[in-house]
């Protein structure tokens, strides 16, 4: 079963400021957000693969890409289902369905929902680094700092530290079902939503309690008490470190230059653009992937200095 706590790992990733990660999966996300290209997306997804093998988890980053991949054909199959645009038509029904027509699945659908589903796993995949390699004290931290509403990133910090924890209490549940004989694996959909439902009310006992602890333990420090709070450690910036924040914001930069030439824009609907449409293009797609990773051997430098 998939894992997503956080585990320490002597890697360059891990030992970076959290406000390195920040800025990373920022850019991520944004970049991400401006381009719809596939080319583009997939060098965000490669590129966070390779965030992963730089911080040593590539194993996990692999088992929750594979958990998600689950529901990347219900996402093009939706697509297909609702979308009905598209000139190059695949494969059409012998018949017409009453107030629909003929149903029809088209190459653009196709690309449409492939398309998404990679921007899904690149933003997916940038999450599960951050949420494999961070301390979400320090994730807090650096929230803070950056004045944000403490009681709003607590919140926000709690969730994204209990979600793996549900799924530890999942793999831990389960585990206990099995050795009371409760098999999994029964091929009969029936028997398996039996066989599940009998984790649901342990979870849910095992969360409530959970919570109820957290409350107490908040209300027993004050949690809210005064309009600002200290921490014992505080986080730092140095400067070799707002030299890395920049690199890595480099490819906002280059995604701001591609948009003013036109570089990078992807047309669906009525009829799919080619992949490669200009030698300028690809070039800048290019310049934009190597701007991406260009930080991973500089990490790995300021990683190398500071264990020797």
Sequence with gaps: ??????????????????????????????????????????????????????????????????????FFPFIILFNVIVNGNGET????????????????????????????????????????????????????RAVTKLKFPYKSTMITTLTTKFVPILLRDFNDIVDVQRS???????????EKIINYATIFFPLLSKSLERSFQ????????AFGRFPKRTYFNEINISPSEYIIMVIILLPLLMSAYMLTKGQGSFIFYQKVDPLIKSSSEIRD???????????IPVLMFKWRISYD
């Design 180 to 190: 009371r004989g409760v098999d999994f694996n029964k091929s009969k959909m029936k």
């Design 285 to 295: 797609i290019l310049i934009l992937f190597l701007l991406e990773v260009i930080v």
């Design 89 to 140: 038509v695949l494969w059409q029904t012998s018949f017409t369905l009453p107030a629909f027509g003929r149903f029809n699945i088209t190459l653009e659908e196709i690309m449409f929902g492939s398309t998404m589903c990679i921007r899904l796993g690149a933003i997916l995949g940038a999450f599960t680094v951050i949420n494999l390699t961070t301390n979400p004290d320090d994730l807090m």
């Design 214 to 221: 957290l409350a107490e333990s908040m209300e027993s420090r």
């Design 1 to 70: 079963m998939v894992s997503l706590l956080y585990k320490f790992k002597n890697s360059p990733f891990h030992k970076c400021s959290p406000f390195i990660k920040i800025s990373w999966l920022l850019t991520v996300i944004l970049v991400s957000i401006l381009f719809e290209h596939p080319l583009i997306l997939l060098t965000l997804f490669i590129s966070s693969f390779l965030f992963a093998v730089l911080s040593k988890i590539t194993r996990e980053w692999i088992g929750f890409l594979k958990l998600a991949i689950l």
